[in-house]
């Protein structure tokens, strides 16, 4: 029915910086709320940023000054820009989003996750 993608995740050094992109594809009529997650090893999954269909954003106190949330609603993708990234940051980043189907009515998605990792 419908797939999301999670891409940019990698290894980078305490300081820099990663941008995830996720993107859905399938038989999509409408997408509202983005939102991303993450799960790091031992802890439970948290989440951390969501902007609506409208672009109001939200975000985790932990990420907030230092990751933006942004969407391309002509392309269905959301992205996630971090800066300043710290080891506690070191998660598998998951896109979420609420999905009308094509001959359906809104469900929830979750893509497969990108593994980032901030150490030096």
């Known amino acids: 029915q419908v797939q999301l993608v999670e891409s940019g995740g990698g290894l980078v050094q305490p300081g820099g910086s990663l941008r995830l992109s996720c993107v859905a594809s399938g038989s999509i009529f409408s997408i509202g709320e983005m939102d991303w997650y993450r799960q790091a090893p031992g802890k439970e999954r948290e989440f951390v940023a969501a902007i609506t269909g409208g672009g109001t954003t939200n975000y985790a106190d932990s990420v907030r000054g230092r990751f933006t949330i942004s969407r391309d609603n002509p392309k269905n993708t959301v992205y996630l820009q971090m800066n300043s990234l710290k080891p506690d940051d070191t998660a598998v980043y998951y896109c979420?989003?609420?999905?009308?189907?094509?001959?359906?009515?809104?469900?929830?998605?979750w893509g497969q996750g990108t593994q980032v990792t901030v150490s030096s």
């Open positions: 979420k989003a609420d999905i009308r189907v094509i001959g359906f009515g809104y469900d929830t998605y």
